[in-house]
């Protein structure tokens, strides 16, 4: 349901900063990534498929497509509300996607002030992510997912600086090390959990 609404925004996006595409684009990634290690309850998924196999089989497929509508909704509603690290990491891909956006309209544009702002807005995001993975890691995370909002914190902390030095990149440069960004604190797990 989530790749429906973001090909409906590409088809749909304006000239501005797609936030909500880019928001939808990063939380599928998320899930992609998260749900098969993070899901809390996978009975209640295998259950639920069980629940769209039987229906499809004995009472139609309207029964079939609303089962299968439902069980979408409950793994959605078991991701957010119980994967802080599938939000989390959703977050920080989002603020990679958008901090490429705004790079880039930032160097088209010819009025400084609305460069400016790009540049405020995205270490607004930036400063917010980094301070929300802490008070996880600090408060909310056990031992196991303490280094997953420690390495967070420290990619979003690069992308930062990426985005104050980032007239001394190319905008081809600046694409590739916001990736770099993302997979720079990945040895934090190692030396953290082992």
């Not at 098969?36 to 029964?63: C, F, K």
């Not at 609303?66 to 959605?76: E, G, R």
């Not at 490429?100 to 309209?105: A, P, S, T």
């Not at 544009?109 to 540049?119: I, M, Q």
Request: proline content about 3%.
């Amino acid at each position: 349901m989530l790749c429906v609404f973001y090909f409906a925004l590409a088809l749909f996006s304006g000239r501005g900063i797609p936030y909500v595409k880019n928001f939808l684009a990063a939380m599928i990634f998320a899930m992609g990534v998260g749900i098969p290690v993070n899901v809390a309850n996978s009975s209640l998924l295998i259950t639920d498929l069980n629940e769209v196999l039987y229906a499809m089989r004995n009472t139609g497929l309207v029964d079939a497509l609303w089962n299968l509508c439902d069980m979408i909704v409950k793994t959605l509603i078991l991701v957010f509300l119980y994967c802080r690290e599938v939000w989390v990491f959703g977050l920080l891909c989002m603020m990679n996607i958008t901090a490429i956006d705004l790079w880039e309209k930032a160097d088209a544009e010819s009025d400084e002030a609305l460069a400016y702002s790009h540049e405020a807005t995205l270490t607004l995001g930036l400063v917010m992510l980094a301070g929300g993975a802490l008070l996880f890691a600090a408060m909310r995370a056990d031992e196991y997912s303490k280094p997953y909002f420690y390495a967070v914190m420290v990619a979003a902390a690069l992308l930062q600086v990426m985005n104050h030095y980032r007239e001394r990149f190319s905008m081809n440069a600046l694409r590739i090390l916001a990736d770099v960004a993302l997979l720079v604190p990945l040895p934090i797990f190692f030396v953290v959990i082992g």
